[in-house]
């Protein structure tokens, strides 16, 4: 039975429009058109989005618009930036964009105008980070801090992490910035062995402040703390706390003055303008911070107000939709062609899949087509040395995304123009490759050639910006937040919520006491799972 989607006539012109497309050439569709790589583009906030490379046609992408128009795709973007309850399996409105409001904005959920509570917020994280950058702030011993430690998993830990590496030309060279996120003590002991516990500072970062591997690192943060220091008294100095949950923060024995909140309108994945951002903040200051802001909400406000042809979210969102549903590709690419941007992919990887990761529609109905496509990727070149490979001339489609700036924050030689010239080399190679009569005209012999043909056709976005900065660095993460929102508002299926990470918790802690019993416990799983677990038990040490 075909689903409201499938059945929707913008759905179905889309379905025979891809007939014709899907036969056509890139090389074919701009020798006809030579103004199409001026024509399909857009720029906003500091960025310019090349469409031109990819599988399109202007009437691609007006059956696109016309498919997120009757999708309502502007009455649901109205609803999550009015604070409408959008996350319905959650019964929560999605309000991230309100992180990053004006002072002067009003934004009310539930009869309150949270926009007070997230500048009070904001105050409160600049007033600390300056005491702790500035040596005001002072550990147990009365030495200032010198280390600061986030302790925190998924997005409390991604957002910060990728933006400590995109951001770090812009921090505060004297402080060194530490990520603990895994449960497996690696991560731990890795990171504190050649720290003073005297001058380290842990952010413990938490959105439930019940998250196991964030608890756990947490208390042997603690441990490791006090046994150095010699007094429990020292963890008001050394610890503080980024969550929603104040009452589960003052039983680990943080003072709640030093936690700095947020609430359950941030998604863990949106959330890296909200206080779990503290370590962004102390690394880069206030006023970059709120330059950071800036860009996500020029952005936010693009999106709400730009046309969707126009409009860079929409037409990335609608861009996504178009591979995974119509020509099934199953991944799409981020290549950043700059080594700030390193965790950038990372980054993506639990936005868009943790967002867009699921297989009902929003009333609980199985999907019949294609959602959330794998995000993956790895800063250039090191990629064209690696994976390239298979994108060229591999049996995959996989659309790209090449990230990159017009300007270095290192200039060097001449290694950026040679970083650049890769830059545009690749999608060029992709988008036209290289037929088998080129490679024969070149002397090639007859039975080399098919292995040196590169059949091309293959899509790509280029977005380029005149430089990495605080505020471009905020429009492209909501240029990606939005174009998440916009797949996920087409596909019909709650970008916001995370079921999907349950089922593993539970097992896992159903398991764990099984480990470390001293007799051997029943076991009650199935045969694989059982003498898996028996293994372990016999040669654990
Ligand atoms: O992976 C599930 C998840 O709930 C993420 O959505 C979230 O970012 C992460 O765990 C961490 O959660 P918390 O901030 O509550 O520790």
New binding site residues.
Partial sequence: MASPLTARPEWQALTEHYQTISTRHLRELFATDPQRGERLTAEAVGLFLDYSKHRVTDETIRLLVALAESCGLAERIAAMFQGEKINVTEGRAVLHTALRAPRSAQIVVGGHDVVPDVHAVLDQMADFSQRVRFGAWRGHTGQPIRTVVNI???????GPVMAYQALRHYSQRNLTFRFISNIDATDFVENVRDLDPATTLFIV???????L??MTNAHSARTWLIAALGDAAAVSKHFVAV?TNAEAVAAFGIDTANMFGFWDWV???Y?MTSA?GLSTMLALGPDNFHALLGGFRAMDEHFRTAPFAQNLPVLMGLLNVWYSSFFGAETVAVLPYDQYLSRFPAYLQ?LTM?SNGKRVTLDGQPVNYQTGAIFWGEPGTNGQHSFYQLIHQGTKLIPCDFIGFCQSLNPLGSHHDLLMANFFAQSEAMAFGKTAAEVAAQGTPDWLVPHRTFPGNLPSSTILADRLTPAVLGALVALYEHSVFTQGVIWDIGSFD?WG?ELGKVLAGRIAPELNAEADPELNHDSSTNALIRRYRACRA
């Fill in positions: 925190g998993i998924g997005g409390s830990d991604l970062a938490s959105k439930t402040f019940t998250t591997e964030t969550s998604g863990g994945r959330s779990i639990q943790e995370q990470v």
